[in-house]
């Protein structure tokens, strides 16, 4: 029986932070489930909603997980619409907002959930800073990886290791673990 | 005691909707509160999710509205972000955007969602066709409307009384109004 469940519709996030989990041997249980996310401008508040509606819904403690990327230029955008904003505008619709813009830096933010049904959820967060490339650079990586410079390396310019090792994502998920005092070789402790 | 409930925290938004109704001799009143709005690509959903929501948070027939500018280059950008976004990239952003695309076009969208507790939610839409313009232009109106040409003027060159009459909002809401047989003159025969 798992440690611990995650609920997410998407299988390469699960495999991302399951290999986290079992670092401290601990074993990740998927839910491959969707669930409602609501609108705002802070993903604290969209996990906590969600973590909130899945423990209700799946009726066990649970772990969901939502991430954006912040452009500090923009106001924050794409911010915690990241996903739809990607698909209709693309990465060539955000290096066209970038024309001419100096400040170039923006942050990558992930936002754990976790909730036992009938309690108030805990949220976890994690950041990566970095820059918007000039243009769109590398073959690895997904969503706004070919434009997110960390270092002189886009995202999707380095190997899905190397990204992970240093991913808000990552960051967002060990600080959720550090809280349940689990040891680095094994089970709970 | 009033015909209907209007939930909505934007007290301008209830003036717009109050004349619509007063038109036909029916009272709105308003719920002054805000609401969770899901995360979905279409303001259906959100109007049926919200709708359902304040129902049974308020115990009794409910109306909510949600719109948004859909801009058909953009793959429907900003769509049902288009408060977030106008705050975040503004005006000058859609217009970058915009920049050498030759297909301007663009339509407002007014989803109406009406619910009573316990049943399934209705939902009623409405849309203005128009052009995004190559500049802002006017005075009048607010959110995207200096940049949404209705004929040759945008919505923030026309008066509150013409853009009304020609709305997306006002289009979502007489379909609602007449799918409860509500003569022009008076009450709900």
């Known amino acids: 029986m798992p440690d611990f469940y995650f609920v997410t519709s998407n299988r390469g996030k699960y495999e991302e932070v399951r290999l ?3 670092e401290r041997g601990l074993e990740l249980g998927l839910i491959e489930e969707s669930y409602p996310e609501i609108q705002s401008e802070s ?3 969209i996990a906590r ?3 909130k509606y899945c423990a209700e819904k799946f009726n066990r403690d649970v772990l969901v997980e939502d991430s954006g990327l912040f452009i500090r230029a923009l106001r924050g955008f794409p911010g915690p619409y990241s996903s739809y904003i990607l698909k209709t505008i693309s990465l060539e619709g955000i290096l066209k907002l970038m024309e001419g813009v100096k400040d170039r830096s923006a942050y990558f933010q992930a ?3 976790f909730c036992s049904p009938g309690k108030e959820p805990e949220i976890f967060s994690g950041y990566v800073e970095g820059r918007i490339s000039e243009e769109i650079r590398g073959e690895g990586g997904f969503g706004y990886d ?3 410079l960390y270092g002189d390396r886009t995202f ?3 190997s899905k290791e190397e990204k992970n ?3 808000h994502r990552r960051k967002a998920f060990e600080s959720f673990l550090n809280s349940r005092n689990t040891s680095s070789k094994g089970r709970i402790i």
Chains 1, 2 share one sequence.
Request: overall charge negative; aromatic content about 14%.
């Open 111 to 113: 936002c754990v959930g």
């Open 20 to 22: 986290i989990f079992e």
């Open 43 to 45: 993903l604290r508040d």
């Open 49 to 51: 909603f969600s973590a």
């Open 146 to 148: 070919p434009i997110f």
């Open 165 to 167: 090792k240093v991913s």
């Open 156 to 158: 999707a310019e380095m």
